[in-house]
């Protein structure tokens, strides 16, 4: 749940509502076949992939002459904890002018 609070800035509500969603998919699996999953769930589960709270592990058969692909969800457990002890970063709207070169200023300066 931490994890999904610092990856998407979710209230806590949120968060557990969707941590429920998640395990209720999984129903205490380790992995879920993409091809079960309903479309909206599946965008949930594309956007965990992207902030790496999720894996996807594509396997190939050949049934009769034709290649299939299916997909498989699973946790990342580290991408979870890595998410969920990450330490925002408290950034003033002003730290960008300390990042640009005290040079850039200067020419900047002499040109006004």
Do not use: C
């Amino acid at each position: 749940m931490k994890a999904l609070r610092n990856g998407f800035d979710m209230t806590k509500e949120d968060a557990t509502a969707l941590a429920q969603t998640v395990q209720k998919v999984f129903k205490r699996s380790k992995e879920v076949e993409d091809m079960s999953l309903h479309k909206d769930i599946r965008s949930i589960f594309i956007d965990l992939h992207q902030k790496n709270l999720l894996g996807l592990r594509r396997e190939e058969l050949n049934e009769k002459g034709k290649i299939i692909r299916k997909y498989y969800w699973s946790y990342n457990d580290d991408g979870i904890h890595a998410e969920a002890y990450r330490k925002p970063i408290k950034e003033s709207p002003y730290e960008i002018y300390n990042k640009i070169p005290e040079n850039a200023w200067l020419i900047h300066s002499a040109n006004t």
